[in-house]
């Protein structure tokens, strides 16, 4: 599959975000908050010389049938280089 293959994100979340309940667009808000805070809290151990991976530890699942991925970081801290 190539780049020009794949869905634009934007259209696919418009697509998404036309279905959803009040309720159900607001937790995706939160949700895009609070990645986007991970993202830089993940940035800000990059520049301290951290290697971080996020990793799926379990999956969560409602009683209706929904899921939704658990992760946790995995941190590798490399040895300091000396001149």
């Not at 634009?8 to 808000?29: G, N, T, V, W, Y």
């Not at 991970?38 to 009683?63: D, P, T, W, Y």
Request: proline residues 4%; charged residues 25%.
């Amino acid at each position: 599959m190539t780049l020009s293959d794949k869905p634009h994100l934007k259209s696919r979340f418009d697509e998404a975000a036309s279905s959803l309940s009040p309720e159900q667009d607001s937790a995706i808000r939160i949700l895009a908050n609070e990645l986007h805070r991970v993202n830089e809290a993940v940035m800000n151990c990059v520049n301290r010389g951290l290697s971080i991976e996020l990793q799926r530890v379990k999956r969560f699942h409602s009683e209706q049938g929904y899921w939704g991925d658990m992760i946790v970081p995995i941190i590798v801290k490399q040895s300091d280089k000396q001149g």
